[in-house]
């Protein structure tokens, strides 16, 4: 029985539940994915999350299980029958995906109560998780009554600072994905300028919530020295204190298009580091 | 190798009788034991000597034992493991190495020691003469830390390095265990330092209180383990409650008594014990378990009774009557194995073939009221001077042997069944909270962690929040593999395979235990 009070908090789009991930911010973490993106990148390694399900129904014959019904012109999804083959997410023409369930903050904390002894946190991605800028204050502020774990937003930076400002008070950091520092290159990556994620690392930073800032470093679009020492400069001008994370590009799990390029060799990943070191960040790592 | 006669007695030795010792009719069978163990091409001098001296003990009957209790043994749900046929050294022991160090020892002719030069030098003279394989190398950051500023910080480290390369190879053997924490010291820092550049067999625990222990000491710890496979991350506060302040870990991730030990480690196989039921749990648990159990402690007893009255160990070793070490802070170890088995069996029997331990959560549950119940009965069996655990005999969880087949070690979950992490650490905890003699659970994470080992730390206390006791914890590709409870290196078993010699007799178990389990190398490594 959900509380009259549970219904009246907002509903989120959960796209999944990772119970346990050591690549998205500090200590042990649980990821909630949300659906839904405002960005369109090249290399998308879940670009099911990007739209909302629009229930024309073509998944459903291909589901093995049985877990798909299509019921009054909508696709349910039975989570109990699923296998998690992810048929459905393959055969799916819209960048969507029907295993998407509407929640309450309170059923979304209920789930992941449980694992809390193995937590450092709790982190929200997606998709782009500033899209559902009051679920996440709601379960935010549900995880800050119920427990000591930290919280994190994993953003694109594409976000007004109003929203920013709302879920500060519940959110203890951000990691803001700079696809890339020259406007023309983000565009080309995501098909959205970048003027809105330079403003977000900075309005962060001045808070004081700015945990991290990663890049994808992606041969054609952000690996020279040149560009890399830009986007270091840019970082160090708002503060040089600020973490810096660059992670390699992997063509492996990437859709269309990207699945073609190459991952950037040993070297280009040492010499951003070095690059992005001399420029004078004091933290700044990279992904193995 | 006179097969006819190895049927029943599979784990002893072909010369080996029960209740007459060695008959003349095995005579040729002991000879050619002997021959073959001298023209061994594996084993070096000191190796060849103790399997010597292990067959002339075995050629003596072994101590009396009722009807039924030998019947356990012949149904091999009761396995003397290797001890031979006449206790006549306790088998771990425990000394109170501060003692040592502070008063000196008139046997060994030494004084107190003076500085770090004499701290080291003592313990290693002292692990020398031990009464027992050396399991126990001491808690090291207690003992030496006194001593710390009697040299400058580069001897220190240099004394530090010189006593740990040596205590492993003058300790060819890798149940060797020394202990740390759960303060931080510089000794502790330093001890984690050179055993990760010296990389040696020598087994290693933190006993872990996150309340004690210094956040930045546990990652130095956490860094450790993905590298080289230790130290354990022992839950500190659960053992204490368990056993009081002064208890240690030795061997595998034996639970003992400091200034104490272990008489004898006889152990019990949860499968075929529950091959002797009717297939109903409620046999097993109320018939079998309680019979077994009363059968497995007189073997116990038995074996204490002589080492402690015939051999009169107590009476004349300088240990003891220097006060290294106490009669009354002894106690022996029932060692289960084969959980696994007689659960999966258990269930198929009662009609749920599919339900697994690791995998179910009635599995799971069975598993629980097997140990427990197993618990409740040893407790009704006095130990004979086993006053070290409050006149218990010790329940402890055993690791398995290289002779084990089909049969999984302690009470894992077997090695490629282990569910998702939480639901394998909440699988194995109720069973930690039930054994308190040494129980482990073993865990390997993929290379990612080593970016962040805070987040395995947070596993760590998740764990522990469960009641898991001792964690151990690896990383895929390291050099080192956990084979159960000891470790072994990749290098050594490559030489194995090749009969070269090895310098660690538990490398030649560990490769015995691959040649039966293969599985063992390939440990479910945790995505991160």
């Known amino acids: 029985m959900k509380q009259a009070s549970d219904r009246e908090t907002p509903l989120g789009l959960v796209s999944k539940v990772l119970p346990q991930s050591f690549v998205d911010g500090p200590g042990n973490r649980a990821v909630v994915f949300l659906q839904g993106c405002n960005l369109n990148c090249l290399y998308c390694h879940n670009p099911y999350m990007i739209n909302p399900c629009n229930h024309c129904g073509d998944c459903v014959s291909g589901c093995p299980s049985g877990a798909l019904v299509w019921e009054q012109g909508k696709v349910q999804w039975s989570q109990d029958r699923c296998i998690e083959c992810d048929a459905c997410i393959e055969s799916c023409q819209h960048n969507a995906s029907p295993q998407v369930r509407q929640m309450h903050a309170a059923e979304l904390w209920q789930e992941i109560e449980a694992i809390g002894p193995f937590l450092a946190g709790i982190t929200v991605s997606g998709g782009e998780a500033t899209l559902q800028t009051d679920f996440v204050r709601s379960f935010f502020s ?85 560009q890399v020492a830009e986007t270091a400069s840019f970082l160090h001008a708002i503060d040089p204190a600020i973490d810096f994370r660059l992670l390699r590009f992997r063509p492996h799990g990437a859709n269309g298009i990207a699945k073609t390029w190459t991952a950037p060799s040993d070297d280009v990943m040492i010499r951003a580091e070095a690059t992005a070191k001399a420029i004078g960040l004091v933290h700044v790592g990279r992904s193995i | 190798m006179g097969k006819e006669d190895t049927t029943i007695y599979a784990k002893f030795n072909p010369y080996e009788d029960l209740q007459r010792g060695l008959t003349p009719e095995k005579l040729e069978l002991y000879r050619a034991s002997v021959l073959e163990t001298l023209q061994s091409p594996s084993m070096i001098l000191r190796q060849k000597r103790d399997t010597l001296a292990l067959g002339a003990m075995c050629t003596l009957p072994y101590p009396e034992l009722s009807e039924r209790a030998r019947s356990r043994i012949e149904q091999e749900v009761v396995c003397l493991i290797s001890e031979g046929a006449a206790p006549y050294h306790p088998r771990y022991v425990a000394p109170d190495y501060a003692r040592l160090l502070q008063e000196g020892s008139e046997f060994l002719e030494l004084g107190p020691a003076q500085d770090l030069h004499e701290a080291t030098s003592h313990l290693l003279t002292a692990y020398f003469y031990l009464p027992s394989e050396p399991v126990f190398l001491g808690q090291i950051d207690e003992l030496l830390e006194p001593f710390i500023d009697s040299v400058d910080e580069q001897t220190a480290r240099n004394l530090m390095r010189s006593f740990w390369l040596m205590a492993d190879r003058l300790n060819p053997n890798g149940f060797s265990h020394a202990n740390l924490g759960p303060q931080e010291t510089r000794i502790g820092r330093l001890l984690l330092e050179v055993d990760r550049e010296l990389k040696t067999l020598t087994n290693l625990t933190l006993r872990y209180d996150p309340s004690v222990t210094p956040e930045s000491f546990a990652l130095q710890a956490i860094g450790n383990t993905l590298e080289v496979t230790k130290p354990y991350f022992l839950n500190h506060p659960e053992m204490e409650a368990s056993w009081g302040e002064n208890y240690v870990t030795a061997s595998c991730y034996n639970t003992m008594r400091l200034g104490g030990g272990i008489y004898t480690l006889v152990r019990y196989n949860f499968k075929e014990a529950a091959a002797q039921s009717d297939g109903t749990i409620d046999d097993f648990l109320n018939r079998v378990i309680p019979e077994t159990v009363a059968d497995l402690a007189e073997i116990v007893n038995s074996r204490i009774r002589f080492l402690v009255d015939e051999m009169g160990w107590f009476d004349a070793s300088f240990w003891v009557q220097e006060g290294f070490l106490h009669r009354d802070r002894f106690t022996a170890y029932a060692g289960v194995y084969g959980l696994a088995e007689a659960v999966n069996t258990l269930m198929q029997a009662s009609g749920h073939p599919d339900s697994r331990y690791g995998a179910d959560q009635a599995a799971n549950a069975l598993a629980e009221r097997i140990a427990v119940r197993f618990g409740e009965e040893l407790a009704k069996h006095p130990g004979a001077y086993c006053d070290g655990k409050d006149g218990q005999i010790c329940y402890h969880a055993q690791v398995g042997i290289s002779s084990d087949i089909d049969v999984t070690p302690a009470t894992r979950i077997p090695t490629g069944e282990e569910p998702a992490l939480y639901e394998h650490l909440a699988a194995e905890a109720p069973l930690h909270r039930a054994i308190d003699g040494g129980i482990s659970t073993v865990l390997e994470f993929d290379q990612t962690a080593k970016e962040n080992p805070s987040a395995v730390l947070d596993i760590v206390h998740g764990a522990h929040k469960l009641g898991i006791r001792a964690l151990s914890i690896g990383s895929t590709n390291s050099e080192f593999i956990r084979v159960s409870g000891w470790l072994i290196r990749r290098s050594d078993l490559d030489r194995a395979k090749d009969e070269k010699a090895l310098r660690h007799s538990s490398s030649y178990l560990g490769a015995g235990f691959f040649d039966t389990k293969p599985v063992h190398l390939h440990r479910l490594p945790r995505k991160v």
């Open chain 1, 142 to 226: 549900k995880v800050k009554d119920c427990s000591e774990l930290t919280t994190m937003i994993q953003t694109n930076g594409v976000v007004t600072q109003d929203l920013l400002e709302m879920m500060l008070p519940v959110t203890d950091g951000f990691m803001v994905d700079l696809k890339a520092f020259d406007a023309n290159d983000h565009t080309r990556l995501t098909g959205h300028g970048n003027s809105p994620v330079l403003e977000t690392i900075r309005f962060l930073s001045g808070r004081g919530k700015l945990y991290q800032v990663r890049q994808v470093i992606v041969p054609g679009f952000n690996d020279t020295a040149e």
